[in-house]
C-alpha cells in the first residue's frame, strides 16, 4: 500500500517536473528571435466611370526580444481614370484647360466634367520601432516617406503608453509631424483666377502663365492623439480616442475649379479653387472588439469635426463569422455622414462678390456614404493564410440645390459615386 | 555524422528521415506541399542535431565535455541546461536515488556488448565512490562536480529532443505531426477525421519484426531497455540499466517497458523508473495510472 501511494506521488511530480522542464525551456530556444512575418496584398478599387487604382502593399514585421518589434511597409499607387472637376455640367459641350496648360479636354453635354488626365503613381515607405521602456511603458517611433508625380510627404512620429491596472488599462499619447510639398505640372493656379481655354488666341501661353503663382508650395500638419484602451473583460476590449490636427499652408486643390455660372445656368467663367490656409481638425473615436466564443464582432464609431464647419460621423460594423476547417467570413457595413464646409458651393453667380473662399471639391460638400462588404479568409499551413475581399461603395451627395438657375434646375449636380474594392491579401 | 535528409510522400502525409542521436529519426507531417514538409523536416532536424551537440557525452566542444572535465571547479551552466539539471535532480529525489545521471561512470567496468565479460567486485566497488547525485554541487548557475564524476544526460536526452522537436515544429504549424526518434515517440493531433496514428512495437526477441501496432490520437510513448544491449553468463541476462547505489546491474527487470504519457520525458521517465524498480517494475507502473507494456 505504502508503495502504490507513493508512485502516485512519484506521477504527479514528474508530470510537474516534465512540464516545467519542456514548458520554460521552450523559451530558452535559440530561436527567440522570431523571423519576419511577411504580409502582402493588392488592393484593386474602381469608381464607375472615374478613377481606378491598383495597388500592391507589402508589410513586414520582425519581434525581436523582449517585446521589440519593427514594421516596415510599402505602398505602390497606381491611378489611372478621371475625376470630377468642380464644374457644374451644362446643355452644351464644355472645353476645360489641362492642370498642365498643355491641351484641354472635352465634357458632352449633361454629363459631369470630369478631368481624365488625372494619372499618377505612388509609393509610400513607412518604418515604425516598438518597445517597451520598462514593466509599464511602452514607447514607439517612427517615420513615412511617401511620394508622387507631384507630391511629397515626409512625417515622423512617436508615442508613449502606460499599463495600469495589471495591463488591463491603457493610456497612450502619441504625436506625429508630416511636412508635405506639391509641385504640380504647371504650377500652382492663382486662387479665384478665370481658367484660360485656348481657342487659338495667340497670347494663350502668356495669359495662362498670369494664372499661375509659383511651381510648389507646402503644408504642415501636426497631429496629436490621445487613447485609452480598456480591457472590459476576458472577451471584450474597448478603446477611446481624442484626436487634434492642425494643418497650415497650402490646402487647396490645384486640380479643382468652379464654374460661374449666369441667370440661365450656363457658365460664363471657370474659376480656381480658394480655401482657407489652416484648419483645425478634432475626433473622438470609440471602439469595441468582443470575442464571442469563435465569432468576433467588432464596432466603431467617429464624431468629427474641424473649423471648416465639417462634422460627420462614421458608423463601422464587422463580424468575423468563423466557418469550419480555418476559414472565416466577415460581412462589413460601414455608413459615413458628412456636413458641407462653409466655404462650399457647388458653384459661383455671375455678377456676385466673390466669396474669401470657395471650393466645389464633393468631398467638402454634404454626403452620405454606404460601404458593403465581404471578406473571406483561410488559414493555409505553417500559418499562411490568404484572405479577399470585395467591397461595393455608394456615396450619395445631398447638398440643398433648391435655387440652381436655369438649367441647371434640371442637372444632375450632386451624381453618386459608386466604387467597386477588391483586395487580395497572403500573410507568410 | 551524417548530416542528411530524406523527405517521401505517402498516403496524405510526408515520412521525413534523418540520423541523430544514433537512432534513426523520423517526423510525420500531415502537410500539403513537398515545400512546407522540407521546411518542417529541416526544422526538426536542426533542432535534434543542436540538442545531440549540445548534451551529447560524446563530444568535446560542448558544455557536458567542460563539466566533466572541470576537475572539481564549478561551471556556470545556461538556462536550458539548467532546466536539464533541475529536471534531473527531481527525478533523483522521486526515485530514492536510483536514476541517477551520473551512474554513466560505471560504463568504465560494464560493456553491455551481447558478450560474457563480467567485471570482478572489486573493480565495481572502486567506481562507487564517484557515483551519486549527492556529491555534486548544484546552485543554479553553477555545478561543481567533483573530480573523477561525470554527468551523462543519455538516459533523458533523447526524450527531451523528441518532445522540443515537436514544440518547435508546432510553433510554425498547425499540421498532424509525429516525432519518432528511435521509438520513442510525441504525437500532436491528427486533422479531423484522419483518425488515430498507427505505431508499431518491436519485440525484444526478434528485433526488428513489429509486434504489434498501437493506435495513438495525441500523446507519447517512450521504451526503455534494449533488446541488443546485454551481457549473457552463465545462462544469466544481465539488462543494462544499472543500479547506482550497488554498481550492478538491476535484477530481474523486464526486458524492456514501454510507457505512454502526455510527453515524451515523462514516458521515457517512468519507464527507466520502471526498470530500475527490477521485478516489482509492474506494481510501480500499476501505481502510475499510466498506459504501458512489458516485454519480460
Known amino acids: 500500500m505504502q508503495l502504490k501511494d507513493k508512485s502516485k506521488k512519484i506521477r504527479r511530480s514528474l508530470t510537474a517536473a516534465t512540464c516545467s522542464l519542456l514548458g520554460i525551456s521552450t523559451t530558452d530556444t535559440p530561436a527567440e528571435e522570431g523571423d519576419w512575418e511577411f504580409d502582402s496584398a493588392v488592393l484593386y478599387y474602381s469608381e464607375v466611370d472615374r478613377v481606378s487604382a491598383i495597388e500592391p502593399v507589402i508589410t513586414a514585421k520582425r519581434e525581436f526580444s523582449d517585446e521589440k518589434s519593427l514594421n516596415l511597409k510599402l505602398v505602390f499607387d497606381a491611378l489611372t481614370g478621371a475625376s470630377a472637376n468642380g464644374a457644374t455640367p451644362s446643355d452644351q459641350p464644355q472645353t476645360f484647360t489641362k492642370p498642365s496648360g498643355e491641351g484641354s479636354y472635352t465634357a458632352s453635354a449633361n454629363e459631369t466634367p470630369l478631368?481624365?488626365?488625372?494619372?499618377?503613381?505612388?509609393?509610400?515607405?513607412?518604418?515604425?520601432?516598438?518597445?517597451?521602456?520598462?514593466?509599464?511603458?511602452?514607447?514607439?517611433?517612427?517615420?513615412?516617406?511617401?511620394?508622387?508625380?507631384?507630391?511629397?510627404?515626409?512625417?515622423?512620429?512617436?508615442?508613449l503608453s502606460r499599463d495600469f491596472n495589471k495591463r488591463n488599462t491603457t493610456l497612450s499619447v502619441g504625436i506625429s509631424l508630416a511636412h508635405d510639398t506639391i509641385s504640380p505640372d504647371g504650377d500652382l493656379p492663382v486662387g479665384f483666377s478665370s481658367m484660360v481655354i485656348d481657342t487659338g488666341q495667340a497670347g494663350f501661353e502668356d495669359d495662362f502663365d498670369a494664372t499661375r503663382e509659383g511651381s510648389e508650395d507646402t503644408k504642415t500638419t501636426l497631429d496629436l492623439i490621445f487613447g485609452l484602451t480598456q480591457v472590459i473583460d476576458q472577451h471584450t476590449v474597448m478603446q477611446l480616442s481624442y484626436s487634434i490636427s492642425d494643418s497650415s499652408g497650402y490646402l487647396t486643390d490645384p486640380f479643382k475649379i468652379l464654374s460661374v455660372v449666369g441667370s440661365d445656368g450656363r457658365p460664363v467663367d471657370y474659376r480656381y479653387e480658394k480655401r482657407p490656409d489652416s484648419r483645425n481638425k478634432q475626433g473622438l473615436y470609440w471602439q469595441t472588439k468582443h470575442h464571442f466564443s469563435k465569432d468576433i464582432l467588432d464596432i466603431s464609431y467617429r464624431f468629427f469635426w474641424d473649423d471648416w464647419d465639417i462634422t460627420s460621423h462614421t458608423l463601422d460594423l464587422r463580424y468575423r463569422w468563423m466557418l469550419g476547417g480555418?476559414?472565416?467570413?466577415?460581412?462589413?457595413?460601414?455608413?459615413?455622414?458628412?456636413?458641407?464646409?462653409?466655404?462650399?458651393?457647388?458653384?459661383?453667380?455671375?455678377?456676385?462678390?466673390?466669396?474669401?473662399?470657395?471650393?466645389?471639391?464633393?468631398?467638402?460638400?454634404?454626403?452620405?456614404?454606404?460601404?458593403?462588404?465581404?471578406?473571406?479568409?483561410?488559414?493555409?499551413?505553417?500559418?499562411?493564410?490568404?484572405?479577399?475581399?470585395?467591397?461595393?461603395?455608394?456615396?450619395?451627395?445631398?447638398?440643398?440645390?433648391?435655387?440652381?438657375?436655369?438649367?441647371?434646375?434640371?442637372?444632375?449636380?450632386?451624381?453618386?459615386?459608386?466604387?467597386?474594392?477588391?483586395q487580395f491579401n497572403y500573410a507568410f | 555524422m551524417t548530416r542528411l535528409t530524406r523527405l517521401e510522400e505517402a498516403d496524405g502525409y510526408w515520412q521525413g528521415r534523418f540520423q541523430a542521436m544514433a537512432s534513426p529519426c523520423e517526423i510525420f507531417m500531415e502537410v500539403d506541399e513537398a515545400s512546407s514538409a522540407n521546411r518542417l523536416l529541416q526544422i526538426a532536424a536542426d533542432e535534434a542535431w543542436r540538442i545531440e551537440k549540445k548534451f551529447s557525452r560524446?563530444?568535446?566542444?560542448?558544455?557536458?565535455?567542460?563539466?566533466?572535465?572541470?576537475?572539481?571547479?564549478?561551471?556556470?551552466?545556461d538556462d536550458e541546461t539548467a532546466h536539464l539539471l533541475d529536471f534531473a535532480q527531481q527525478?533523483?529525489?522521486?526515485?530514492?536515488?536510483?536514476?541517477?545521471i551520473t551512474s554513466g561512470v560505471l560504463r568504465r567496468v560494464w560493456r553491455f556488448d551481447g558478450g560474457s565479460h563480467i567485471p570482478d567486485e572489486a573493480a565495481v566497488k572502486a567506481l562507487l565512490p564517484y557515483v551519486g547525485w549527492q556529491h555534486v554541487n548544484w546552485s543554479r548557475p553553477f555545478f561543481t562536480l567533483p573530480q573523477g564524476m561525470e554527468i551523462d544526460f543519455g538516459g533523458i536526452g533523447k526524450e527531451y529532443a523528441v518532445d522540443r522537436t515537436l514544440l518547435c515544429l508546432q510553433e510554425v504549424t498547425d499540421a498532424g505531426l509525429l516525432v519518432n526518434f528511435g521509438g520513442d515517440i510525441h504525437a500532436g493531433r491528427r486533422k479531423k477525421d484522419a483518425g488515430a496514428w498507427s505505431i508499431g512495437i518491436e519485440n525484444p526477441n526478434q528485433p526488428d519484426s513489429a509486434n504489434g501496432i498501437l493506435k495513438i490520437h495525441q500523446g507519447a510513448l517512450a521504451t526503455s531497455g534494449d533488446a541488443r544491449r546485454f551481457l549473457l553468463r552463465d545462462g544469466k541476462r544481465y539488462g543494462h540499466v544499472m543500479n547506482p547505489k550497488t554498481g550492478w546491474p538491476i535484477e530481474n527487470a523486464p526486458r524492456s517497458v514501454t510507457v505512454a504519457a502526455d510527453t515524451c520525458t515523462e514516458a521515457g521517465v517512468l519507464a527507466t523508473l520502471a526498470l530500475l524498480h527490477g521485478e516489482d517494475a509492474e506494481t510501480f507502473l500499476k501505481g502510475q495510472a499510466v498506459q504501458y507494456w512489458l516485454n519480460d
Open chain 1, 115 to 159: 478631368d481624365d488626365t488625372f494619372k499618377d503613381f505612388r509609393m509610400a515607405f513607412s518604418s515604425q520601432w516598438d518597445q517597451p521602456l520598462n514593466r509599464d511603458y511602452k514607447a514607439s517611433l517612427g517615420g513615412n516617406f511617401s511620394t508622387e508625380y507631384d507630391y511629397l510627404s515626409l512625417s515622423v512620429n512617436g508615442s
Open chain 2, 91 to 100: 527525478c533523483w529525489e522521486l526515485s530514492d536515488g536510483l536514476f541517477d
Open chain 1, 326 to 422: 480555418q476559414q472565416y467570413l466577415e460581412p462589413h457595413f460601414r455608413y459615413y455622414s458628412q456636413s458641407e464646409a462653409d466655404f462650399y458651393r457647388r458653384f459661383l453667380v455671375d455678377g456676385d462678390v466673390l466669396p474669401d473662399y470657395a471650393s466645389a471639391d464633393y468631398r467638402l460638400g454634404e454626403l452620405t456614404g454606404i460601404t458593403l462588404g465581404l471578406k473571406y479568409g483561410f488559414k493555409l499551413a505553417n500559418e499562411q493564410e490568404l484572405s479577399m475581399r470585395l467591397e461595393y461603395y455608394l456615396q450619395s451627395g445631398d447638398s440643398p440645390d433648391g435655387n440652381a438657375p436655369g438649367i441647371l434646375s434640371d442637372m444632375e449636380l450632386f451624381p453618386d459615386v459608386e466604387a467597386i474594392i477588391l
Open chain 2, 58 to 77: 560524446y563530444k568535446k566542444d560542448n558544455l557536458v565535455y567542460r563539466i566533466n572535465n572541470s576537475s572539481g571547479a564549478p561551471a556556470k551552466v
